[in-house]
């Protein structure tokens, strides 16, 4: 039966997880594989934060396996030494996470009877507390730069513009985004919709912004998408050709595309995909939005975590330091 669990497993997914088994796990025998694998193709769900902890955790029983330690014989002590040793080279969000993701799956097999205990449960992280994220931010202007310096002579231009439009008058993570597909693009009550699949299998809806009606509408009828139904929306590129094929965009591709638009449009802020999701806050807010109504057009859980996006108080810094008049 044990066996058939791994070949019962998720496709390529298990076979990833497979491929990264730790020593410390192998030697433990077949059980504390099986319940290694397991926990990563069945229990975490979101694809970047299965990376994330898979990458963690194997860094750990690296660690481990250096220090020959085998996984029964892995106490608090060691998980403490560890934390300690993190701190010195990642931000203390980084070893929060880490952590995390070490208790989880010391977690996971406590419950699976391969190890009595769990030795990070007593184990403390770093305290970090923070009021203001550091998500770079564009300003109004600057979006607006960014959008009307792309070129849009071939789809691909619209699509980029699309794309961007979207994250920032949504309010959209870019897996969200990139997630969606031509149906979640819809008229409804006279107007257009967009339907964002968020992380934890939610789905959230909110009308389009009038500018983004007309940046969708553009890539809509450029690309001939208004009849794929159940086809990706943002799809990637044949090569050089500059023409769309039926493959769904990846992060890493977004990425690149908005480091290469912001270099064309002059932006010198180093900006990435989330930026786009705190610039549609911050502006939102600078124009009397209000932060519960925003949290809930981000779909966020709570509102301190929209408050994290909010960096409307930069302007009034900057001008208080101008103060300075020497």
């Known amino acids: 039966m044990e066996g058939g669990l791994i070949k019962k497993s998720d496709g390529k997914l298990a076979e990833n997880v497979q491929s990264g088994l730790p020593s410390v796990v192998m030697m433990a025998g077949k059980r504390a594989a099986i319940r290694f694998i397991e926990f990563f193709a069945a229990e975490i769900r979101n694809p970047n934060t299965r990376r994330a902890y898979q990458r963690a955790v194997c860094d750990f029983f690296i660690w481990c396996e250096t220090r020959g330690l085998a996984l029964e014989r892995i106490g608090p002590v060691h998980v403490a030494a560890y934390i300690e040793r993190l701190q010195k080279d990642l931000a203390r969000p980084s070893v929060k996470q880490h952590?995390?993701?070490?208790?989880?799956?010391?977690?996971?097999?406590?419950?699976?009877?391969?190890?009595?205990?769990?030795?990070?449960?007593?184990?403390?992280?770093?305290?970090?507390?923070?009021?203001?994220?550091?998500?770079?931010v564009l300003s109004a202007e600057e979006a607006r730069q960014l959008l009307d310096s792309i070129d849009t002579s071939s789809v691909v231009g619209f699509r980029d513009r699309a794309l961007i439009a979207l994250m920032v008058y949504t309010f959209a993570r870019v897996g969200a985004a990139i997630g969606m597909g031509v149906e979640d693009w819809y008229f409804q009550n006279r107007r257009w919709w967009v339907r964002l699949h968020e992380k934890g299998g939610k789905q959230h809806e909110m009308p389009a912004h009038h500018s983004l009606e007309a940046y969708m509408t553009a890539y809509m009828e450029a690309a001939v998408l208004t009849d794929q139904k159940h086809t990706p929306l943002f799809r990637t590129t044949r090569g050089k050709t500059k023409r769309l094929t039926e493959h769904r965009m990846s992060q890493p591709e977004v990425y690149l595309m908005i480091r290469r638009r912001a270099a064309g449009a002059g932006i010198k802020t180093l900006i990435g995909c989330h930026t786009f999701r705190a610039t549609g806050i911050t502006a939102y807010l600078t124009n009397g939005g209000k932060l519960e109504v925003a949290q809930q057009m981000a779909a966020h859980e709570s509102a301190r975590t929209t408050g994290l996006y909010d960096r409307c108080g930069d302007d009034i810094s900057l001008d208080e330091v101008e103060r300075i008049l020497i």
């Open 99 to 136: 952590l995390a993701a070490i208790r989880m799956v010391f977690d996971y097999l406590v419950l699976g009877q391969v190890i009595p205990t769990n030795p990070a449960a007593a184990v403390r992280g770093p305290k970090y507390s923070t009021k203001r994220g550091k998500t770079p």
